[in-house]
Nanobody, 121 residues
Framework: VQLVESGGGLVQAGGSLRLSCVAS????????MGWFRQSPGKVREFVAA????????LYADSVKGRFTISRDNAKNTLYLEMNSLKPEDTAVYYC???????????????WGQGTQVTVSS
């Protein structure tokens, strides 16, 4: 199984980025998918998750209204649209796959290598 994130980079506060995660080696449409992030010295935290069909999503309070998770099962791809970015959003962002959508990182079976997002003030 491979999950490969892309789309990270350096952006000014208030800007936007779109992360992508391409999955291979698993039946993508059968997995719920999530985004997590980790900053230096901090534990990995939940950002957003969506069910296998994309019909239901969960968001951390810190990103609600600013981030949108979506997926294209035909392309085996998960997205995270990030708007109104803040310096505190700076982190390595990871996508992950799980059988049942939830917010706990321990419940996710497969992980990508991460992509760095840096928001300057």
């Amino acid at each position: 199984v491979q999950l490969v994130e892309s789309g990270g980079g350096l952006v000014q506060a208030g800007g936007s980025l779109r992360l992508s995660c391409v999955a291979s080696g698993l039946t993508f449409s059968r997995y719920s998918m999530g985004w997590f992030r980790q900053s230096p010295g901090k534990v990995r935290e939940f950002v957003a998750a969506t069910t296998w069909g994309g019909g239901s999503s969960l968001y951390a309070d810190s990103v609600k209204g600013r981030f949108t998770i979506s997926r294209d099962n035909a392309k085996n791809t998960l997205y995270l649209e990030m708007n109104s970015l803040k310096p505190e959003d700076t982190a390595v962002y990871y996508c992950a796959a799980t059988e049942v959508v939830n917010t706990e990182s321990s419940e996710y079976d497969y992980w990508g290598q991460g992509t760095q997002v840096t928001v300057s003030s």
